[in-house]
């Protein structure tokens, strides 16, 4: 649906009042012409410009030819296309009607022949037609909604060639503000988001209203930066700074309410990181959801390492009972206290004959936030369990012998999944990880 009114001063008011009480009516077309195609007959179809005939078109492909101008005269009058732009330009075989960069129809021998005329035949009186309706006074805008972010401006420019001062309105003041530029460009204003909501907005010029809608929303959700990772040991391997860039990362995230976030492939920068940093890990997030701009970010994560004095376990944790899992829930819960440091055993098959997840989780259910170390190795699920839980304990004394692990800093009523690990139906998942308690509030562990 297309706004285009030329009307009196009075009952612009009028409309642009109705306007205003009715945000969320279809978004209008982005100028004040409307091109149109009409079947006449089986080989001959008209293009009407705002309702009326103005060019006639013959031929099997008639319909065709009149629909694909008139999306591209629409695309003309967007940009704000002068009359003298409105050109033939010989190519080929054929011959071209241009508006400025766009190409609006190919005048072939085909089409010549179904008109009984030359290409410049055909051509000439089209191109003289639509120089007379570009020749009107018009109103246009690029693209016919406007998308301002709340708390952000954007810019919105009148084109066309209706003469005289533009005055914009129509629209919901609690959700937009419409001003003109600093610059004193009278045909240039800035939108400003003010509250979540969709609303019109009119543009007049004399008799001449051009309607757009405006969507002003809020971003799905916010990425701190910068975002740091911190890593214990010597000689970390690649998987552990992947590993703790990634959990960072995750907690870098804030959706807002019913928004939903997916993080793409991290990779490790191949440039040298930083001062005082030993690598620095790259990955794509998308942050979306109903009612919201979506976030596509390329997020950085600088890690770095942190000489921590070693301790001594002095908690045993074993998760295996049941060793067998007939159905997914909570296996395992413990509760860690600060200055402590523990060990955890986990290893259970899954038996409940569908693909699963066994997921180890960290939650500080205390007041304060609290900073945990954690050193963990694992194998992949395999159908062997005996070799799986060799596996782990391998990955686990490599990584344990020199204290390579990250930190984890958790804000009360946090909780952040340190392992998810896919088990197909027979395979066991078996670990080994072992968890210090820096400071802060206790930490419970529990085994999913």
Excluded at 161 to 171: F, K, L
Excluded at 199 to 221: P, R
Excluded at 287 to 311: C, F, H, M, S, W
Aim: glycine share 10%; proline share 6%.
């Amino acid at each position: 649906m297309r706004l285009i009114i030329k009307i009196g001063a009075l009952a612009a008011m009028l409309v642009a009042a109705d306007l205003a009480c009715h945000p969320g009516r279809p978004a209008w077309a982005a100028s004040t012409f409307l091109f149109s195609a009409q079947s006449v007959e089986a080989n001959q179809a008209n293009l009407l410009v705002n309702g009326q005939p103005v060019i006639t078109v013959a031929g099997k492909r008639s319909l065709r030819i009149v629909e694909s101008l008139a999306n591209q005269l629409a695309l003309a009058a967007d940009l704000g296309v002068a009359p003298d732009e409105i050109q033939g330009v010989p190519t080929g075989d054929a011959l071209s009607l241009v508006a400025g960069p766009l190409l609006l129809v190919k005048v072939d021998a085909e089409l010549a022949k179904a008109h009984g005329l030359t290409k410049w035949g055909v051509a000439g009186p089209w191109m003289k037609a639509l120089r007379g309706v570009f020749g009107q006074p018009y109103l246009a805008v690029k693209g016919d909604q406007v998308v301002v972010p709340v708390g952000e401006r954007r810019t919105v420019r009148v084109l066309g060639t209706a003469a005289g001062p533009i005055q914009p309105g129509g629209y919901n003041g609690d959700f937009i503000e419409v001003s003109p530029e600093l610059d004193g460009d009278e045909r240039t204003f800035s939108v400003y988001g003010k509250a979540p909501g969709r609303t019109s907005l009119l543009f007049a010029c004399g008799d001449l209203v051009l309607g757009i809608q405006v969507w002003a929303a809020e971003y799905a959700g916010l990425i701190d930066q910068p975002i740091v990772a911190e890593v214990t040991g010597h000689s970390i391997p690649d998987d552990v700074l992947r590993e703790a860039a990634r959990l960072s990362l995750i907690q870098a995230i804030h959706p807002r309410p019913r928004a939903e976030w997916r993080i793409g492939g991290l990779r490790l920068s191949a440039e040298s990181p930083p001062a005082g940093a030993v690598a620095q890990a790259v990955q794509t997030v998308l942050i979306e959801g109903p009612d919201y701009l979506p976030v596509k970010q390329e997020a950085t994560v600088t890690v770095k390492r942190q000489n921590l004095p070693r301790a001594n376990t002095d908690l045993l944790l074993f998760s295996n009972k049941p060793e067998r899992i007939q159905a997914f829930g909570l296996w395992y819960s413990a509760k860690l206290s600060v200055g402590r440091q523990a060990r955890l055993l986990y290893h259970h098959e899954n038996r409940t004959g569908a693909p699963g997840e066994l997921v180890i989780e960290l939650a500080n259910e205390g007041n304060w936030p609290t900073r945990v170390q954690v050193v963990q190795g694992a194998a992949p699920a395999s159908a062997d369990s005996m070799w799986a839980g060799h596996l782990a304990a391998r990955a686990f004394l490599r990584r344990q012998r020199h204290d390579i692990g990250y930190l984890l800093d958790l804000e009360p009523g946090q909780v952040l999944r340190p392992v998810i690990e896919q088990v197909r139906p027979g395979h066991c998942a078996s670990g080994i990880a072992e968890y210090r308690v820096l400071s802060g509030s206790d930490v419970s562990v529990r085994v999913r």
